[in-house]
Structures are given as C-alpha cells and as structure tokens.
C-alpha cells in the first residue's frame, strides 16, 4: 500500500509539472505571436523600375523579389514598370525610383545634361539590336535599307539605330513602331527593328519560317552599344551606401538563380505578366531567358555585367561625335566603384 501511494503521489507531481510547462509554453506562445515580426521591421522600402512591362528579360529581378534574397539582404522592395508616360530614366531622375533598368546610351545622354545617374551594373554588356526584313523585298545589306521604309521605335530606343544609318549615310522613310509586329507581318513597313530576344520570336510565332528572313545585326555593322544597365541616383549612393550594395548583390543573386533555374524563372515571370494583364507566353518567355543568357553572361557561365570602359569609350565618343550629348562623362563619376565607398 505504501508503495502504491508513492507511485501515486509521483504521479500527481508529475502532472502537476506538466500542466506548468504547458501554461509556460502556452505563454511564450501567445508573448512570440504578439510582438511584430523584427525582420519585417527591419526591412527598408525602395523600388526599381524596369524599362518596360514584365517579361524574362527582367526575370533576375522577379526572381530576386521571390525568392527573398532582396528581404534576406534587408530590403523590401517594389518592382514597378515604366510606360511611355513615364520612362524608367525619368522615374529615377523624380524619385519615383530608387534604382532603374536604362540602356547605357540613354543614361550617358541624360548625364551629359546633369541628371545625376550613376551605372551600378551594366547587365546586358551587348547589343542585340536586329533590323529584320524578308528576303523577297531585296534588302540583304544594311545600304540596302536606302530609300526604304523602316520600323523604329519612338524615344531614345531608337538612338542606335538612328546612329548606325547617319554613320552609313543610309536615308530611309521612318516608321513608327509599336511594340508589337503586326505592322510588319501586314506589309506595311519593308523593315522593322527588332530585339533577338523579343520581336524576333514573335515573328517566328507567327508561322515565318527563319529562313525567309534577312537578320542584320546592329553590332556586326558598327553600333556595338550595350543595352540594360542598373542605374540609381548620385545621391542614394552618398546616403544609403550599403543599401545600394545589398541591392545589387541580391539583383546579382535573382540572375544567377534564374539561369540555374529557368523553368522555375519563367513561371515567376509568367505570375508577373498575368498579375499585370498581359498576355503570357510560356515559349516566348523560355526564348527570351536563353537569349539573355547568352547575352549576360561568359563562356565560363559567369555573370559579365561590369560596365568595359571600351565600350563606354566608344558610346560615348560616337553620340559626342553626332552631337547627341552637350558634354563629356567622366567614367570615374558615371561608374560605380564598390570598392571606392
């Protein structure tokens, strides 16, 4: 009977303790979920704003924002889209943005007139500038499009290829070029201007096989002229160095993953198209990806998005040369050195 009693007052003890773990831990339950989430108050807003609507060839960056390599890094950030109403340069000039995806020739004009820009990363380093045309129209040689009509886009897209044809002394009869190929496919232009990695796949989508196509490339005729850059302002650098820095190596982290992961990328991309409204195209979107990849990075697979002061020279001395810029651009103040902060 005495050990039964032992037996049943261990019990109760036990119980007794159990039941006050429990209120214990019921109570650092209820202490954890009450207090706000230090992470997310931790973390500061800044925006980017790509150059266009969401596609792949902004995928690093959605990639990023998904992924949380932005949040791990401390920022929370909104990825907004220009429009022809607001250009990615002037939404970063404004304070609209705090970091803005800008072709390099536009951002050397906008400096050249005193807009505080600044090149963080040159992502696209190369051209993939197209002037496409059919074979049965006779336009085979970039002097073939003299005297012809030719699709461009409006605003300072069309930059490069205006320089090409004045360096060449081509006249032509200019278009204007939405951002789609319709009026190509009905004959209403003899040539267009094309991305590799866009208009040229809408074209073969709709059922043009390529070789009734004649391709001329804008850099193998002498307008080698990098595209996408990640630009901020002066003056965010100045304030926020650390920031920036984080930012890029997160954007650097979302490029890196996308090409690893390029199924998962496109769906990402493809959520962000549908959230907007746009028609989404898987294949389109897996196109524009590769074409990136080849773009962007090294035959040894890495990333090449510093911004070769070669290039930049000779940016800058042609649009000075077609006096496209009032004033010369210092590299030093145009390119951000990381290492110099």
Same mark, same amino acid.
């Given at each position: 009977?005495?050990?039964?009693?032992?037996?049943?007052?261990?019990?109760?003890?036990?119980?007794?303790?159990?039941?006050?773990?429990?209120?214990?831990?019921?109570?650092?339950?209820?202490?954890?979920?009450?207090?706000? /989430?230090?992470?997310?108050? +931790?973390?500061?807003?800044?925006?980017?704003?790509?150059?266009?609507?969401?596609?792949?060839?902004?995928?690093?960056?959605?990639?990023?924002?998904?992924?949380?390599?932005?949040?791990?890094?401390?920022?929370?950030?909104?990825?907004?889209?220009?429009?022809?109403?607001?250009?990615?340069? +002037?939404?970063?000039?404004?304070?609209?943005?705090?970091?803005?995806?800008?072709?390099?020739?536009?951002?050397?004009?906008?400096?050249?007139?005193?807009?505080?820009?600044?090149?963080?990363?040159?992502?696209?380093?190369?051209?993939?500038?197209?002037?496409?045309?059919?074979? /049965?129209?006779?336009?085979?040689?970039?002097?073939?499009?003299?005297?012809?009509?030719?699709?461009?886009?409006?605003?300072?897209?069309?930059?490069?290829?205006?320089?090409?044809?004045?360096?060449?002394?081509?006249?032509?009869?200019?278009?204007?070029?939405?951002?789609?190929?319709?009026?190509?496919?009905?004959?209403?232009?003899?040539?267009?201007?094309?991305?590799?990695?866009?208009?040229?796949?809408?074209?073969?989508?709709?059922?043009?096989?390529?070789?009734?196509?004649?391709?001329?490339?804008?850099?193998?005729?002498?307008?080698?002229?990098?595209?996408?850059?990640?630009?901020?302002?002066?003056?965010?650098?100045?304030?926020?160095?650390?920031?920036?820095?984080?930012?890029?190596?997160?954007?650097?982290?979302?490029?890196?993953?996308?090409?690893?992961?390029?199924?998962?990328?496109?769906?990402?991309?493809?959520?962000?198209?549908?959230?907007?409204?746009?028609?989404?195209?898987?294949?389109?979107?897996?196109?524009?990806?590769?074409?990136?990849?080849?773009?962007?990075?090294?035959?040894?697979?890495?990333?090449?998005?510093?911004?070769?002061?070669?290039?930049?020279?000779?940016?800058?001395?042609?649009?000075?040369?077609?006096?496209?810029?009032?004033?010369?651009?210092?590299?030093?103040?145009?390119?951000?050195?990381?290492?110099?902060?």
């Amino acid at each position: 009977m005495t050990r039964t009693y032992g037996n049943d007052q261990c019990t109760s003890r036990l119980r007794n303790l159990l039941a006050k773990a429990l209120d214990i831990i019921l109570l650092l339950t209820c202490l954890l979920t009450s207090l706000p /989430s230090t992470q997310a108050a +931790d973390l500061h807003p800044m925006s980017l704003m790509t150059r266009w609507t969401p596609q792949a060839q902004f995928a690093g960056y959605y990639v990023a924002k998904a992924k949380g390599f932005y949040a791990r890094r401390g920022i929370d950030l909104t990825i907004l889209s220009a429009s022809p109403a607001l250009t990615s340069v +002037d939404a970063l000039q404004s304070g609209q943005a705090d970091f803005s995806v800008i072709w390099l020739s536009t951002a050397l004009r906008h400096r050249s007139a005193g807009a505080d820009l600044v090149n963080l990363t040159q992502t696209i380093p190369r051209s993939s500038l197209l002037f496409i045309s059919r074979r /049965s129209s006779g336009i085979n040689t970039l002097n073939d499009l003299h005297s012809r009509s030719l699709g461009l886009w409006s605003g300072d897209l069309s930059l490069p290829a205006r320089v090409l044809l004045e360096l060449h002394h081509i006249q032509f009869r200019e278009v204007r070029q939405s951002g789609t190929v319709n009026l190509f496919l009905r004959g209403g232009v003899d040539a267009i201007s094309a991305m590799r990695y866009n208009e040229y796949f809408q074209l073969l989508s709709a059922g043009i096989e390529p070789e009734e196509l004649n391709v001329i490339s804008a850099a193998d005729e002498g307008a080698a002229f990098p595209e996408d850059g990640l630009y901020t302002r002066g003056s965010l650098l100045e304030t926020h160095p650390a920031l920036v820095a984080a930012f890029v190596t997160a954007s650097r982290e979302g490029w890196r993953y996308a090409f690893q992961h390029p199924s998962e990328a496109v769906d990402i991309v493809l959520e962000q198209m549908r959230q907007a409204q746009l028609p989404a195209s898987a294949a389109h979107q897996h196109w524009m990806l590769e074409q990136l990849r080849a773009l962007m990075l090294t035959p040894a697979g890495q990333l090449d998005d510093q911004l070769d002061p070669v290039a930049f020279e000779r940016v800058h001395q042609t649009l000075l040369d077609r006096r496209l810029m009032p004033r010369a651009v210092e590299l030093t103040q145009f390119l951000w050195r990381p290492d110099a902060q």
